[in-house]
């Protein structure tokens, strides 16, 4: 369970944001008060994976694929450097960013070099014998029927391997629970009266803007914006900046943050134990994958 989650962590991309230093009855703050909106962090990453480590714990399960891949006579491929991760804090109120907002809009940045290692490596696993080394003998027949969706865990395959390897010491991380917490947290904020109150002063400000939206989430829900295509119009990115400047206009980040860091710090609290384990393991993960890449 634990190593499916952490797999699961190193895939998640995207963006949060939340300001150190939580209060239960945050001031409202103008714009000049920007530049702090934008410095957030939230108490459960404390029990999460940074962006950095997120890199670094994929590059080092890549690289023990790619030892176990060529134990069995084939290659793998692994860029020479960990590849950059999203903070999965900066999308987490919505898009904040002015930059990001005048460039992709609504959209996630672009990955230009994920496209092409997945094809790098599709074409490693369409050799002879290649999908049963990195899947396993089931996990290769699961393959086939799933369209390369399978994820190794049919057969001693390398990706089972590596992932087995990786974790190695590290039960006590459980990756869901941080995770689950924050969600949590997340859905407890949006009935906080403060956050209520910032995020009607947000809706008015876009309605005096001429945009009709209830709340940040149903702005970057809008279908009119087709965020599976990588076309990005004008109107979507006017939109998103006008987004972003009414969340600087009535402080949106820096309230919701403040009233979720206060309630994230209730949830340490009432789930300290399974937190605490979770920070052991985690720390001796963390170790393996230095391990790793040190080798």
Same mark, same amino acid.
């Given at each position: ?22 209060? #239960?009855?945050?001031?409202r703050?103008?714009?000049r ?6 410095r957030v #962090? ?7 994976l940074?962006p950095?480590?997120?890199a ?5 399960l890549?690289?023990?694929?790619r030892?176990?891949m060529?134990?069995a ?11 950059p ?23 996630p940045?672009?990955?230009? =070099? ?6 790098r490596?599709?074409?490693?696993? =369409? ?8 899947f ?16 190794? +865990? ?5 990706? =089972?391997?590596?992932? *087995? ?18 969600w949590? =947290?997340?859905?407890?904020?949006r009935?906080d ?5 910032? +995020? +009607? ?5 876009? *309605? #005096? ?5 209830e ?10 914006w087709?965020?599976? #295509? ?10 998103a900046?006008?987004d972003?400047?009414?969340?600087e ?7 919701w943050s +403040? ?5 994230q ?6 789930n300290?134990?399974?937190l605490n384990?979770?920070r ?6 963390r170790?393996t ?7």
């Amino acid at each position: 369970m634990a190593g499916a989650a952490l797999l699961a962590a190193l895939c998640l991309g995207g963006h949060l944001l939340v300001p150190a230093g939580a209060g #239960s009855s945050p001031p409202r703050a103008g714009a000049r008060d920007i530049a702090s909106d934008l410095r957030v #962090s939230l108490p459960l990453q404390a029990y999460q994976l940074t962006p950095r480590e997120q890199a670094d714990a994929d590059q080092a399960l890549q690289l023990l694929v790619r030892s176990c891949m060529e134990r069995a006579g084939f290659t793998w491929y692994v860029p020479a450097e960990p590849r950059p991760k999203p903070d999965p804090l900066a999308r987490r109120y919505g898009v904040v960013e002015r930059r990001t907002a005048e460039r992709y809009g609504y959209h996630p940045p672009a990955d230009k =070099s994920s496209g092409e290692i997945a094809r790098r490596r599709e074409r490693i696993l =369409s050799e002879p014998g290649a999908d049963v080394a990195y899947f396993g003998s089931q996990g290769a027949k699961n393959a086939d029927r799933n369209a390369g969706k399978n994820t190794g +865990r049919g057969g001693a395959g390398c990706a =089972s391997l590596a992932q *087995r390897k990786l974790m190695a010491g590290a039960d006590g991380y459980r990756g869901d629970i941080g995770a689950q917490l924050s969600w949590v =947290s997340l859905e407890m904020s949006r009935k906080d009266p403060h956050v209520i109150s910032a +995020r +009607r002063d947000w809706e008015k400000c876009m *309605r #005096s803007r001429g945009y009709r939206y209830e709340s940040p989430e149903k702005a970057i829900a809008d279908p009119a914006w087709h965020l599976d #295509s990588p076309v990005v119009g004008s109107r979507e990115r006017a939109t998103a900046l006008a987004d972003v400047t009414c969340k600087e206009t009535v402080a949106t980040v820096r309230i919701w943050s +403040r009233a979720e860091g206060a309630i994230q710090r209730r949830l340490i609290r009432e789930n300290a134990a399974r937190l605490n384990e979770t920070r052991r393991g985690l720390e001796a993960f963390r170790r393996t994958v230095r391990a790793v890449l040190g080798g």
